[in-house]
């Protein structure tokens, strides 16, 4: 049995009818305008996805390879029926293993370097560097997409979209406990001094996600790491103040003890604030909770600065296919991060761009002067942060998390639980800069 054929039986079997289109093969290459270049036939190219079609975010993407096929129909041929289905991490590493990768997929953004690092995936910019409509949206991308996309000096997917956190709060509730709107600049002080006024027996004054000490902390200006992504920077003073704020809230009876969260949702009209994003916002509007504004994370008394932290989804073009395949799925990607695609991702999967052309879209902003709740997340996309790309992310992210659940927990002092942090991580980091040589 050849290696084709082998390909499409395993692909067959596991993923649908991906394996049909994916053992063909074309001649093709790098086109500026997004299409591969002409060829013998249609360059036929096999899509998956870390989220299914009954996803909003699914379903978003598999409407623009549909636009994308429309416009491109001579020049490729796309088998998205593998796509409907959510591919997790460890089933691309099998597929890749077994020979069955696909041409291109959707992946969690930190997953990237672990699939580059595995051998799975390519340097993107060796298949775009030639084409000048990629050197102006790469070079248009917020720094911090770039970075987090990147490892040791190599771009190993492609940012698409990404979300943010940001405080929601409930207008009935604080218009009844006569304290005003949070505004622009608003900081930790004004949240306790409005949470002081508002609470009740009967209420949850902050729904806070104990994860969430990462935005509070990029208020100070203070990281997790430090720039070069060699060294862990948490036994420091500026996070030792976030846990300290954090414990106050909760001392104070405004925050649950239990770390209880996401209770918005429940729509009891008992929750006066809670850090979000805006993913939920959906959800909110299904279960009909109470009306809401958004705004920006409190900030640090001291420093002041507005920020907000990113997660996000994106593509990676598989190694094991042909050049033609390879060519033709990097223009794929390609111009799914030009603005439009951004902008609708935005618009039918309430996410956020990556990019400042995306933002400043007519398209895009257009759109958040009809929804004024999407608007309050993305008007903080200027602003975001992300983890750089780690092999070894989530694990270090699971023992930094472990530390500040057990500080919360009063199962150890904050310093202590901090300096357990910084040895815990740092161990798991050094494995990854061992990776960057």
């Not at 930190?110 to 990629?134: C, N, Q, R």
């Amino acid at each position: 049995m050849n290696r084709r054929t082998t390909r499409r039986l395993i692909l067959s079997a596991g993923v649908g009818t991906i394996g049909a289109l994916a053992g063909a093969c074309g001649d093709g290459g790098s086109a500026g305008s997004g299409a591969p270049a002409p060829s013998a036939g249609p360059v036929k190219l096999a899509y998956l996805s870390n989220l299914a079609e009954a996803h909003p975010e699914g379903a978003a993407r598999l409407g623009l390879l549909a636009e994308y096929q429309k416009e491109f129909t001579s020049k490729v041929s796309i088998d998205i029926e593998g796509g409907k289905a959510a591919t997790p991490l460890d089933k691309y590493k099998s597929l890749a293993a077994g020979g069955s990768a696909p041409d291109l997929g959707y992946v969690a953004y930190y997953e990237a370097a672990d699939m580059f690092t595995s051998g799975m995936v390519i340097d993107v910019d060796t298949e775009l560097k030639g084409d000048k409509e990629w050197v102006k949206q790469r070079a248009d991308l917020y720094p911090t997409m770039l970075e987090s996309s990147s490892w040791a000096g190599k771009l190993v997917s492609i940012p698409m979209y990404t979300n943010d956190v940001a405080m929601i709060f409930n207008k009935g509730l604080l218009d009844q406990s006569g304290v005003t709107a949070p505004k622009e600049g608003w900081t930790w002080d004004d949240l306790k001094s409005a949470s002081a006024k508002a609470a009740k027996p009967d209420r949850i004054v902050l729904s806070m996600n104990w994860g969430f000490w990462l935005l509070l902390l990029r208020t100070t200006g203070g990281s997790p790491i430090s720039a070069d992504a060699k060294k862990m920077t948490l036994d420091t003073p500026d996070l030792l103040e976030t846990i300290e704020f954090m414990q106050a809230m909760i001392k104070a009876g405004y925050a649950p003890a239990d770390g209880k969260t996401e209770t918005y949702r429940e729509a009891k009209n008992d929750t006066v604030f809670e850090l979000q994003g805006p993913y939920r916002i959906p959800t909110l509007r299904q279960a009909n909770a109470p009306a809401f504004g958004v705004i920006h994370a409190p900030v640090n008394p001291r420093k002041k600065i507005i920020a907000t932290t990113n997660g996000g989804h994106n593509v990676v073009i598989f190694k094991e296919t042909s050049a033609a395949r390879r060519a033709a799925s990097s223009q794929l990607a390609r111009w799914l991060n030009a603005p439009h695609a951004q902008a609708q991702m935005c618009i039918k999967a309430t996410s956020l761009p990556v990019s400042k052309a995306a933002f400043a879209s007519k398209e895009l902003q257009d759109y958040i002067k009809t929804d004024g709740e999407m608007k309050g997340f993305i008007d903080l996309a200027p602003n975001g942060w992300r983890w750089p790309a780690l092999p070894s992310w989530p694990k270090l992210n699971k023992a930094v998390q472990d530390a500040v659940n057990a500080i919360l927990k009063n199962e150890i002092s904050p310093r202590d639980g901090l300096a357990k942090a910084q040895r815990d991580a740092q161990a798991l980091l050094d494995e990854d800069v061992k990776l960057m040589k």
